[in-house]
């Protein structure tokens, strides 16, 4: 039985080629709806991974790839579909299918108990480990995509980040990794430094809340402490810092690389 009716239908105009409809059941990635609304628009633009994807067909074969399922809908509808189109789960839709991926046509079940597609989504939510030999045991964020481990050293606390990715890849953000680590304090100053010679101008313009009075160099560096470590190959990195609420609670962070060359600051979204 269909549990939810059709959210939207977009009729396609002035097109030779018909975009196929397909009913399909799907597995839902580890990250939940999200979407952007662009000044003056009327709707808002969505989307959600799907790790796995089958016709509602138990002999059709089953894909193991990422498609994005795109949603365009009032804030009304799209606040439905995030209750209703969970991440990690398998779900029944009607889609129209798009170049790269799905749009959403109808959601017919919101859970669905396909044998085949929960043992992938159970495999789908199996935690995954990265062992070094020099830094320990790191754990994937399947949100993020980052391994993450956390890591005590001269009296701070920092969380280490690198992305999943080929093999080797990963073995160079990790050699980037312990060139850091290896030299935490040294790191966490410098760039430190850099990051209040490029934004105490900008703190003083434009986040200097009312009544606050205005800020030394001093003042913002011993307001930030170092959070995250986030490594890449070919020795480039991002720190990034607490702001001790210097730009009302959002961090700031530092690019720049092992060889001693920061390439630019600024405070998050």
């Known amino acids: 039985m269909r549990l939810l009716t059709r959210l939207f239908k977009k009729e396609t105009e002035n097109t030779d080629v018909q975009?196929?409809?397909?009913?399909?059941?799907?597995?839902?990635?580890?990250?939940?709806?999200?979407?952007v609304k662009s000044i003056g628009a009327g709707l808002w633009t969505a989307g959600i991974a799907l790790t796995a994807?089958?016709?509602?067909?138990?002999?059709?074969?089953?894909?193991?790839?990422?498609?994005?399922?795109?949603?365009?809908?009032?804030?009304?509808?799209?606040?439905?579909?995030?209750?209703?189109?969970?991440?990690?789960?398998?779900?029944r839709l009607k889609v129209r299918e798009i170049a790269g991926g799905f749009r959403l046509e109808e959601l017919v079940e919101g859970f669905c108990p396909d044998v085949e597609m929960?043992?992938?989504?159970?495999?789908?939510?199996?935690?995954?480990?990265?062992?070094?030999?020099?830094?320990g045991t790191f754990k994937l964020n399947k949100s993020s995509g980052l391994f993450e481990r956390m890591l005590g050293r001269n009296g701070m606390e920092v969380r280490l980040l690198f992305e999943q990715d080929e093999e080797e890849k990963m073995k160079l953000a990790l050699e980037t990794l312990q060139t850091l680590v290896s030299n935490v304090d040294f790191?966490?100053?410098?760039?430190?430094?850099?990051?209040?010679?490029?934004?105490?101008?900008?703190?003083?313009?434009?986040?200097?809340?009312?009544?606050?009075?205005?800020?030394?160099?001093?003042?913002?560096l011993t307001s930030m402490w170092l959070n995250d470590i986030q490594a890449m190959q070919g020795g480039k990195f991002r720190l990034w810092y607490s702001d001790g609420g210097m730009f009302g609670g959002h961090a700031v962070y530092v690019d720049g690389n092992i060889y001693g060359r920061f390439a630019g600051a600024g405070v998050s979204a």
Do not use: F, H
Not at 19 to 35: C, F, K
Not at 118 to 135: H, K, M, S, T
């Open 53 to 91: 994807w089958r016709l509602c067909d138990t002999s059709a074969p089953v894909y193991e790839e990422i498609r994005r399922l795109s949603l365009e809908m009032d804030e009304e509808k799209l606040k439905w579909a995030q209750r209703m189109i969970k991440k990690d789960s398998v779900v």
């Open 187 to 220: 790191w966490a100053e410098s760039a430190g430094n850099y990051a209040v010679n490029q934004l105490l101008e900008q703190k003083s313009e434009s986040w200097l809340a009312e009544g606050e009075q205005e800020v030394t160099g001093e003042m913002l």
């Open 118 to 135: 929960q043992e992938i989504l159970g495999r789908q939510q199996e935690p995954v480990y990265y062992e070094d030999a020099v830094l």
């Open 19 to 35: 975009e196929r409809i397909l009913e399909i059941v799907a597995v839902t990635g580890p990250e939940g709806i999200s979407g």
